[in-house]
């Protein structure tokens, strides 16, 4: 029986548009009334509780507050919010980001996915994602492709956190043991997948997020059709 896959999401089957992403986020410090470089370094600061806690308005007014109330010398612990106005305008301003760059996922990519589910394969995917881009997935191409999507924000928990992909393995009803994991690398994802049980693939397509990563390295996910097949044959 042909074996589960599961896939990590950006780096993996899209860009992850990280240049863009800074760029987005000090368009954004405009519309709040704060520094650009301090929203940005704000952000990736703190992208644990993004992935995990803040929906896409609590992540805006929580680091923007921060950002005013240590520039109006404020005690740190204290905010002095940005309106509500604002918090709306850059919600959506990043909202529109994430329709973006999932709306730029390549046709290559779709193709391989299409011969996975022909060959038989059941398809999750485990993303370390904030909110905006779980809003934004059911809109996209690649959702439709899926049979189960566990995103960090929805479930709490974050690569490489071994929990995350056993629920994906469970809502695909499979054992974790049976599932290939394929990914970037980022945040020791592939480390994760190892200890959860999976057989842990490397792509390298769009980038080589965990060069040190001993296992198995693919190219690109093109390669994985005919590899999982040559496995198929050889088990």
């Known amino acids: 029986m042909p074996r589960p896959v599961v896939l990590d999401l950006f780096n993996t089957l899209l860009h992850g548009a990280d240049d863009e992403r800074d760029r987005v986020v000090g368009e954004m410090a405009v519309?709040?009334?704060?520094?650009?470089?301090?929203?940005?370094?704000?952000?990736?600061?703190?992208?644990?509780?993004?992935?995990?806690?803040?929906?896409?308005e609590e992540t805006v007014r929580i680091l923007a507050g921060r950002i005013l109330a240590r520039s109006s010398g404020a005690d740190p612990d204290e905010r002095a919010d940005?309106?509500?106005?604002?918090v709306a305008r850059a919600a959506e301003h990043?909202?529109?980001?994430?329709?973006?760059?999932?709306?730029?996922?390549p046709a290559t990519t779709l193709d391989v996915l299409d011969l996975l589910r022909a060959g038989g394969h059941r398809l999750a995917l485990i993303s370390n994602a904030t909110a905006?881009?779980?809003?934004?997935w059911p809109h996209n191409p690649l959702a439709q492709r899926f049979d189960v999507?566990?995103?960090?924000?929805?479930?709490?928990?974050?690569?490489?956190?071994?929990?995350?992909?056993?629920?994906?393995?469970?809502?695909?009803?499979?054992?974790?043991a049976e599932c290939i994991f394929v990914g970037d690398g980022a945040d020791r994802e592939l480390h994760g997948a190892a200890a959860?049980?999976?057989?842990a693939y490397r792509t390298i397509e769009f980038h080589d997020?965990?060069?040190?990563?001993?296992?198995?390295?693919?190219?690109?996910?093109?390669?994985?059709?005919?590899?999982?097949?040559?496995?198929s044959v050889g088990h």
């Not at 905006?132 to 934004?136: K, P, Y």
Request: net charge neutral; charged share 20%.
């Open 149 to 176: 999507a566990v995103f960090s924000c929805e479930i709490g928990l974050a690569k490489p956190d071994p929990g995350i992909y056993r629920a994906a393995a469970k809502r695909l009803g499979a054992d974790p």
């Open 31 to 56: 519309m709040l009334g704060v520094p650009p470089a301090a929203l940005v370094a704000a952000y990736n600061d703190t992208w644990r509780d993004r992935l995990v806690r803040w929906s896409v």
């Open 209 to 231: 997020s965990d060069p040190s990563w001993s296992g198995p390295t693919l190219a690109s996910i093109g390669e994985l059709p005919a590899l999982l097949r040559q496995a």
């Open 196 to 199: 959860a049980g999976m057989t």
């Open 82 to 86: 940005p309106s509500e106005q604002q």
């Open 94 to 105: 990043r909202r529109a980001l994430a329709h973006r760059v999932l709306g730029a996922v």
């Open 132 to 136: 905006d881009t779980a809003e934004a």
